[in-house]
T-cell receptor
Framework: DSGVTQTPKHLITATGQRVTLRCSPRSGDLSVYWYQQSLDQGLQFLIQYYNGEERAKGNILERFSAQQFPDLHSELNLSSLELGDSALYFC?????????????FGQGTRLTVV | GQQVMQIPQYQHVQEGEDFTTYCNSSTTLSNIQWYKQRPGGHPVFLIQLVKSGEVKKQKRLTFQFGEAKKNSSLHITATQTTDVGTYFCAGPGGSQGNLIFGKGTKLSVKP
C-alpha cells in the first residue's frame, strides 16, 4: 500500500461528458503529480501541484484541468471527453517540492470513454 | 522539454538469462530514478541515483548512472518470473521537481 488513494478505480462514461478523478496523497506529502497511461504506453506527465500551487505543466489538454485543495487532496477534471481519452490515470505524491524525492503512486483510475 | 529515451521497448528472455534496459538523456540529469510496474499494477519506486558514475545494487538488480549523468542502466542478473513487468526510468523535467518518465521496457520472462 503506497498510501496514495485514488477514486474511483473504474469509470465508464460517454463521449462529451465530464468526469472528476480524485487523489489523496500520502500523509505529509506536499507534491501531487498526475500522469496518463494509455494501453501499453508510458507515463505521460500531465501536471504537478505543490502545497496548493501549480508547479509544473506537461502535455495536458485544455479540456483537462486540475487543482490541489488546502487539505492537499487533488482533483483532475476531464471534460468534453473523447474516445482517445480512455486511459489509466495515475496520481503520485512525494514529500518535497524538489527533485530528490521518490514518488508514490496510487492504484490509478481506469477511464473508459464509450 | 526534457526527455528521457529508454531502450529496448520490449525484451523477452528465458528464465535465468540476464536483462538490461538503458536510459538516455540529451541533457545532464541531476538525478535519475527507476520504477517497476507489474502487469495491472502501479509504478513502484526502486531506486534513485544522484552521483556521477554511481552504481547501486539491490540483490540481482544493478543500477548505474553514467559519468556524464546523461545515461543510466538497470541490469538484472539471472531473471526470474517475478521480474516480469515494465521498468521505467524517470528524470527531473525541470527545476520544479516534476518527474518525466521514459517509455519503459516491458520485460517478459519465459519459465
Amino acid at each position: 500500500d503506497s498510501g496514495v488513494t485514488q477514486t474511483p478505480k473504474h469509470l465508464i462514461t460517454a463521449t462529451g461528458q465530464r468526469v472528476t478523478l480524485r487523489c489523496s496523497p500520502r500523509s505529509g506529502d506536499l507534491s501531487v503529480y498526475w500522469y496518463q497511461q494509455s494501453l501499453d504506453q508510458g507515463l505521460q506527465f500531465l501536471i504537478q501541484y505543490y502545497n496548493g500551487e501549480e508547479r509544473a505543466k506537461g502535455n495536458i489538454l485544455e479540456r483537462f484541468s486540475a487543482q490541489q485543495f488546502p487539505d492537499l487532496h487533488s482533483e483532475l477534471n476531464l471534460s468534453s471527453l473523447e474516445l482517445g481519452d480512455s486511459a489509466l490515470y495515475f496520481c503520485a505524491s512525494s514529500g518535497a517540492g524538489g527533485v530528490l524525492s521518490e514518488a508514490f503512486f496510487g492504484q490509478g483510475t481506469r477511464l473508459t470513454v464509450v | 522539454g526534457q526527455q528521457v529515451m529508454q531502450i529496448p521497448q520490449y525484451q523477452h528472455v528465458q528464465e535465468g538469462e540476464d536483462f538490461t534496459t538503458y536510459c538516455n538523456s540529451s541533457t545532464t540529469l541531476s538525478n535519475i530514478q527507476w520504477y517497476k510496474q507489474r502487469p495491472g499494477g502501479h509504478p513502484v519506486f526502486l531506486i534513485q541515483l544522484v552521483k556521477s558514475g554511481e552504481v547501486k545494487k539491490q540483490k540481482r538488480l544493478t543500477f548505474q548512472f553514467g559519468e556524464a549523468k546523461k545515461n543510466s542502466s538497470l541490469h538484472i542478473t539471472a531473471t526470474q518470473t517475478t521480474d516480469v513487468g515494465t521498468y521505467f526510468c524517470a528524470g527531473p523535467g525541470g527545476s520544479q521537481g516534476n518527474l518525466i518518465f521514459g517509455k519503459g521496457t516491458k520485460l517478459s520472462v519465459k519459465p
